[in-house]
């Protein structure tokens, strides 16, 4: 009788540690479970709405952002569109070659000649010195005019004569048959401004004058 009591000894106690175990993995699997159900309740959540002072701070960043937009786009110097036709439409100064070549008086001479003391013709086009009015000689009022407007054309073509001089555009041409208005210079000075100098020429004012009287 004593050995059948210990076999069944031996065979009870092996369930009994299964069981154990089983449970033990229980727990395991619970817990496990709980990890995985708060993470993904995290995961999840919906964000905490924002707080009274962080909505102030946020909308105060944004108030600071737009006025600094602002006054850059102020502080920017506009052009306006007349400004910009009127710098647009402005013509570079033409500059013709320098001649140095004799001059005469246009007679039979078609071309680098003399035609009173303020008009040339110059490389194929008649040109006004824009600087300076000078007595006529055709459309003289007096004998006064006419003989001071025959000593400026002379004059003139003795100083076109000391050596090469260039032109310079200054406007469209008017008036004197289409003569274009240009600066005639001999070293950076200007040739009509020695005949004011000699008293046979007059500063240009935007018209004509009369020398008589």
Known sequence: ???????????????????????????????????????LYMDNRLPAPETSATGIKTASIERKEKTAEREAVLARPKQRPAEKAVEQALPMPEKLPAFSGKWFICTTQTDYCVLDGSTILYAGR?????????PAIAGARCDAERLRGGD?????????????????????????AGAAPHLVLRGGQSVGQRLVAEGL??????KHQSWCG
């Open 126 to 134: 008649k040109v006004r010195l824009a600087d300076v009015d000078t």
């Open 1 to 39: 009788m004593a050995k059948k009591t210990s076999r069944r000894k031996k065979t009870t106690a092996p369930r009994r540690s299964a069981a154990t175990r089983r449970g033990d993995m229980v727990h395991w699997y619970l817990l496990g479970a709980a990890v995985i159900g708060g993470i």
């Open 152 to 176: 400026a054309k002379l004059r003139l073509r003795e100083i076109l004569n000391e050596g090469d001089v260039t032109l310079v555009a200054k406007g469209e041409a008017s008036g004197k």
């Open 201 to 206: 020429a007059r500063p240009w004012t935007g």
